[in-house]
């Protein structure tokens, strides 16, 4: 079992930036590839980004590319998601989300376990 806390959320403008963090409780985070995932009101859960195991392979949602960096520090058990150029669209609750066999899945059915979730706001 392995429990996801996420932080970092919160209300920012248009065009600003959200640093999420997301930290595991177990010891073998690094065993387990990582995916952030966001549902805005009224819309189905959709990826934002993922990274394997080691960190060296990453992927990203189209919406996202050169705005939103994934990053990990397995020293820490901790997975990252850097947010720039923010939009009200991008307003949604982010979950973090940890893969035991996969690696770097851009699909929600492949990871096991969830946090709670984090909301980001953004203000036009």
């Known amino acids: 079992q392995v429990q996801l806390v996420e932080s970092g959320g919160g209300l920012v403008q248009a065009g600003g930036s959200l640093r999420l963090s997301c930290t595991a409780s177990?010891?073998?985070?690094?065993?387990?590839?990582m995916g952030w995932f966001r549902q805005a009101p009224g819309k189905e859960r959709e990826f934002v980004a993922a990274?394997?195991?080691?960190?060296?392979?990453?992927s990203y949602a189209d919406y996202g590319k050169g705005r939103v960096t994934i990053s990990r520090d397995n020293a820490k058990s901790t997975v990252y998601l850097q947010m720039n150029s923010l939009q009200p669209a991008d307003t949604a609750v982010y979950y973090c989300?940890?893969?035991?066999?996969?690696?770097?899945?851009?699909?929600?059915?492949?990871?096991?376990?969830w946090g709670q979730g984090t909301q980001g706001t953004v203000s036009s």
């Open positions: 990274i394997s195991r080691s960190g060296t392979t990453t």
């Open positions: 989300a940890a893969d035991r066999v996969g690696s770097a899945s851009s699909r929600s059915r492949d990871y096991e376990y």
């Open positions: 177990r010891r073998t985070f690094s065993s387990y590839a």
